[in-house]
């Protein structure tokens, strides 16, 4: 069996870990920057219980009318440093992947490394390149 595709994506936030860690754990801050650059912000739900073992569930609509639903579990959390957590759209729950978030302070802001393993297949790995390169721009831009 093939092993399956990874994306990993780096991205300097002007802002200190501290910051940037809230940003992906505090539902109010989430949904001023997640998803694509197609989702319609206004539509933009979450809902986290950050925690080992906790779940998250996050939903917006995009420019084309579609409704998106993801979710998953942590699986790690240490404050300003990492964040993983299972990834699955509501529409495929059965092909779930990993994503990890590293967070290592650079100069007077953050490095932020995103790493997404076990995606399905390699159309799978460039959609979420796609989407995730647009959400990486979002959340530096809060911080610009």
């Known amino acids: 069996m ?7 994506l780096k991205r300097h936030i002007k802002a200190p870990p501290a910051k940037v860690f809230a940003a992906w754990t ?3 801050k989430l949904v001023r920057w997640f998803g694509p650059h197609e989702t319609l912000m206004e539509t933009m739900k979450a809902d986290l219980d950050v925690r080992p073992g906790g779940k998250y569930r996050a939903s917006f609509r ?11 579990e942590y699986r790690e959390v240490v404050p300003e440093q990492r964040l993983q957590f ?7 729950k059965e092909r779930e992947s990993l994503v990890t978030i590293t967070m290592m302070p650079d100069g007077q802001g953050t490095m932020l ?3 997404h393993e076990q995606l399905f297949d390699q159309k ?21």
């Open 86 to 92: 299972t990834w699955a759209w509501h529409t495929t």
């Open 113 to 115: 490394t995103l790493l």
């Open 124 to 144: 799978a790995a460039d959609g979420h390149k796609h989407g995730w390169t647009g959400t990486l721009e979002k959340l530096a831009a809060v911080f610009e």
């Open 2 to 8: 093939l092993a399956k595709p990874s994306i990993t």
């Open 26 to 28: 505090q539902a109010e």
């Open 62 to 72: 995009t420019q084309d009318g579609e409704y998106h639903e993801v979710g998953g």
